[in-house]
């Protein structure tokens, strides 16, 4: 079993900047790729980036290439999200997945965290 605890959610102005960590524990050992997912209200969960085991390896959603950078520190467990040029698009929950691969399928994850709030104003 591996549990995640994300934080660094809050409330920015557009054009600011967060970084969302994502603390895991448990079966930290295991060679999982990590992904970050976020969820608007009424809408879908869908893909935001993800990271390979060794961080080699990394992928992100045509709509924060080039503003959101994902990261991870093995040593720490922990794997970050650093999203700048904020706009209120970007308003939702964020979610952080542990995973096979860095595939962008909701479903080939196999756990998950509770989700910080990420809200962005005009």
């Known amino acids: 079993q591996m549990q995640l605890a994300e ?8 054009g600011g900047s967060l ?6 524990s448990g079966r930290t050992s295991s060679p999982y790729a990590m992904g970050w997912f976020r969820q608007a209200p009424g809408k879908e969960r ?4 993800a990271i390979s085991w060794r ?6 959603a045509d709509s924060v290439k080039g503003r959101f950078t994902i990261s ?5 467990s922990t794997v970050y999200l650093q999203m700048n040029s904020l706009k209120p698009d970007d308003t939702a929950v ?5 995973g096979g691969s ?3 399928l909701v479903r080939a994850y196999d756990y998950w965290g509770p989700g910080t709030q990420v809200t962005v104003s005009l």
Do not use: P
């Open 19 to 24: 970084r969302l960590s994502c603390a895991a």
């Open 102 to 104: 860095t595939t962008q």
């Open 72 to 76: 991870r520190d093995n040593a720490k």
């Open 94 to 98: 964020y979610f952080c997945a542990a």
């Open 55 to 60: 961080g080699r390896g990394t992928t992100y």
């Open 7 to 14: 934080s660094g959610g809050g409330s920015v102005q557009a």
């Open 46 to 49: 869908e893909f935001v980036a």
